[in-house]
Structure formats: structure tokens, C-alpha cells
Nanobody, 115 residues
Framework: QVQLVESGGGLVQPGGSLRLSCAASGSIFTPNTMGWYRQAPGKERELVAIIGSDGSRKYADSVKGRFTISRDSTKNTVYLQMNSLKPEDTAVYFC?????????WGQGTQVTVSS
């Protein structure tokens, strides 16, 4: 089992920045992938960004150039730096951890972009 603890959501004005963190603990192996998905009201959950234990990254087109994903493998923690936030970025952001055949989700953290 793997447990995920998220932090860093909140309310920010358009054009502002937020940083999300997600710490994983438990039975962790490599290779693995950590990342973030989001779900806005009335919409399906979608990929935001993921990063592999080898450092490979993937971003949704909608966040490229604005969001940066990184990880500290010594702490099993993934970060999402979100800059130039837009109202359409408003959603619940979920941390995701994948290894072998298992997928784990965090409880979600609300990000609201509004003036």
C-alpha cells in the first residue's frame, strides 16, 4: 500500500501562482510514476502532468509553458509549480502514484482561480 498526502491548494487571482506538493509513503518501488490530475465541476478527470522515476515528464497541452512538475526521490515527493493561472485551471487536483500494476490517488486539493 501507498499513502499520499497533498498540500498547497487554495484561492489565487488570475495570473497568480501556486505550488502543490504530494508526499508518498509506504511500499514504494522503482520504476514508478507520480503526477497530478484534475477534475472540474461537471467534467471528467484529466491528466495535468506526470513525472517518472527516470525524470521523464508529460504535460497536458493546456498547461505547457505555465506548469512545471518536479520530484524529490529522496523524499518520495512530487511538486507542481503552477504559474500564470487562469480561471479555467479551477478544479480539484489529485495526486497520482503508479508502480507495477497498482495506482493510488490522493484525496484531492481544491485550486480556485478567481478575482
Amino acid at each position: 500500500q501507498v499513502q499520499l498526502v497533498e498540500s498547497g491548494g487554495g484561492l489565487v487571482q488570475p495570473g497568480g501562482s501556486l505550488r502543490l506538493s504530494c508526499a508518498a509513503s509506504g511500499s514504494i518501488f522503482t520504476p514508478n510514476t507520480m503526477g497530478w490530475y484534475r477534475q472540474a465541476p461537471g467534467k471528467e478527470r484529466e491528466l495535468v502532468a506526470i513525472i517518472g522515476s527516470d525524470g521523464s515528464r508529460k504535460y497536458a497541452d493546456s498547461v505547457k509553458g505555465r506548469f512545471t512538475i518536479s520530484r524529490d526521490s529522496t523524499k518520495n515527493t512530487v511538486y507542481l509549480q503552477m504559474n500564470s493561472l487562469k480561471p479555467e485551471d479551477t478544479a480539484v487536483y489529485f495526486c497520482n502514484f503508479r508502480q507495477t500494476y497498482n495506482t493510488y490517488w490522493g484525496q484531492g486539493t481544491q485550486v480556485t482561480v478567481s478575482s
